[in-house]
C-alpha cells in the first residue's frame, strides 16, 4: 500500500478511522461490514473477476463465493485497494485540489453512497461560491467550481449539507436514530 498516492492513504485512513472493521448490526442494511465494505456492496460491485486470477472479486477467502466469510477475511490492504478503484479512482476526487475537501467527499461518499455525496457537494457549491446543478455527477464543472472555491468555506457548506441530510434520513426512517451520533461526528471530524 505505500506506493500509492499519498492523497488517497491520507483520506483512506479517515475512512478507517470512521468505519473500524468488522461490524454486523442488523440495523445495518449493508449487511457484514468490515473496514466499511459492506457484504451488499460486495455482491453488487465485486461478484466479477475483474482481474482474471480465476477468483471472484471480493471472494477474499477463495472458496468460490461471495459471503460474510468473504467480508471478515478481507485485509485492510484489500479493502485499501476497493477503496481506491471503487471510489477514490472512479470518481476522481484527486482532482478535487484541497486535501479537506477530497477526504470529506470521499468519506461521505463511502458511508451515504457517491451520488448523494456529490449532489451534497454541489449544493455546497451553490451556496458559498456559484449556481450549480446538483445532479450528483462529479464532472468537468462541478470540480472546477469546487477548486475555485473558499475551501474553507466549501467545506463548512459541505459539513451543513451533510448534517442536514443525516437529520432527514433519521427523521424518515426513526430505525436508523441509533446511527445519528456516530455520523454527526463523521462530518464534524
Given at each position: 500500500?505505500?506506493?500509492?498516492?499519498?492523497?488517497?492513504?491520507?483520506?483512506?485512513?479517515?475512512?478507517?478511522?470512521?468505519?473500524?472493521?468488522?461490524?454486523?448490526?442488523?440495523?445495518?442494511?449493508?449487511?457484514?461490514?468490515?473496514?466499511?465494505?459492506?457484504?451488499?456492496?460486495?455482491?453488487?460491485?465485486?461478484?466479477?473477476?475483474?482481474?482474471?486470477?480465476?477468483?471472484?472479486?471480493?471472494?477474499?477467502?477463495?472458496?468460490?463465493?461471495?459471503?460474510?466469510?468473504?467480508?471478515?477475511a478481507?485485509?485492510?490492504?484489500?479493502?485499501?485497494?476497493?477503496?481506491?478503484?471503487?471510489?477514490?479512482?472512479?470518481?476522481?476526487?484527486?482532482?478535487?485540489?484541497?486535501?479537506?475537501v477530497a477526504t470529506k467527499v470521499f468519506d461521505l461518499a463511502v458511508n451515504m453512497g457517491s451520488r448523494q455525496a456529490h449532489k451534497l457537494l454541489q449544493r455546497a457549491i451553490a451556496k458559498v461560491w456559484c449556481p450549480l446543478a446538483c445532479d450528483g455527477v462529479l464532472g468537468v464543472q462541478s470540480i472546477q467550481f469546487a477548486n475555485q472555491a473558499n475551501a474553507g468555506q466549501l467545506l463548512a457548506g459541505l459539513r451543513d449539507e451533510a448534517t442536514t441530510f443525516y437529520h432527514d434520513l433519521v427523521a424518515a426512517r426513526p430505525a436508523l436514530g441509533k446511527f445519528l451520533r456516530g455520523w454527526l461526528n463523521r462530518v464534524n471530524s
Amino acid at each position: 500500500m505505500t506506493d500509492l498516492d499519498p492523497r488517497f492513504l491520507s483520506a483512506v485512513a479517515v475512512v478507517f478511522a470512521h468505519e473500524g472493521g468488522w461490524v454486523h448490526a442488523a440495523a445495518d442494511p449493508g449487511g457484514p461490514t468490515n473496514f466499511g465494505v459492506s457484504l451488499r456492496f460486495a455482491l453488487a460491485e465485486l461478484a466479477k473477476d475483474g482481474d482474471g486470477d480465476g477468483y471472484l472479486d471480493g471472494d477474499f477467502d477463495h472458496d468460490g463465493d461471495i459471503d460474510a466469510a468473504d467480508i471478515r477475511a478481507m485485509s485492510i490492504d484489500d479493502a485499501a485497494e476497493v477503496y481506491r478503484v471503487h471510489w477514490w479512482d472512479r470518481y476522481g476526487y484527486a482532482r478535487l485540489t484541497d486535501d479537506a475537501v477530497a477526504t470529506k467527499v470521499f468519506d461521505l461518499a463511502v458511508n451515504m453512497g457517491s451520488r448523494q455525496a456529490h449532489k451534497l457537494l454541489q449544493r455546497a457549491i451553490a451556496k458559498v461560491w456559484c449556481p450549480l446543478a446538483c445532479d450528483g455527477v462529479l464532472g468537468v464543472q462541478s470540480i472546477q467550481f469546487a477548486n475555485q472555491a473558499n475551501a474553507g468555506q466549501l467545506l463548512a457548506g459541505l459539513r451543513d449539507e451533510a448534517t442536514t441530510f443525516y437529520h432527514d434520513l433519521v427523521a424518515a426512517r426513526p430505525a436508523l436514530g441509533k446511527f445519528l451520533r456516530g455520523w454527526l461526528n463523521r462530518v464534524n471530524s
